[in-house]
């Protein structure tokens, strides 16, 4: 069992950045994949970045490719989502997630992730 708890979600204009945490408890993660996805109001959740945490090895959607950048702190263990140049589209809850890692690229489906943290809310203004 895998523990998840987002914060750092809040109210920002375009063109600013928060920074989204991830504390982990629970069962080791060494073996895992951990991801960042969000849910916009009507919309499907989609996935924003993903990190194979045996490797430090990550991916990102094309549409926060340069924006974003994920990262861990491994001792702690925390997952991290630095967010730049926010734009309105970006406004969604994000969550955090965690699976076990399988042979090949990061797992970047929804219905691969286990794990699910609560949710925190991020409104972007125009």
């Known amino acids: 069992q895998v523990r998840l708890v987002e914060s750092g979600g809040g109210l920002v204009q375009a063109g600013g950045s928060l920074r989204l945490s991830c504390a982990a408890s629970?069962?080791?993660?060494?073996?895992?994949?951990m991801g960042w996805f969000r849910q916009a109001p009507g919309k499907e959740r989609e996935f924003v970045a993903g990190?194979?945490?045996?490797?430090?090895?990550?991916n990102y959607s094309t549409s926060v490719k340069g924006r974003f950048t994920i990262s861990a702190v491994y001792t702690k263990p925390t997952l991290y989502l630095q967010m730049d140049n926010l734009k309105p589209e970006d406004t969604a809850v994000y969550y955090c997630?965690?699976?076990?890692?399988?042979?090949?690229?990061?797992?970047?489906?929804?219905?691969?992730?286990?794990?699910w943290g609560q949710g925190t809310q991020v409104t972007v203004s125009a």
């Open positions: 997630a965690a699976t076990v890692a399988r042979i090949g690229i990061i797992a970047t489906r929804q219905y691969d992730y286990i794990y």
């Open positions: 629970g069962r080791t993660l060494s073996s895992n994949d």
């Open positions: 990190l194979r945490w045996s490797s430090g090895e990550a």
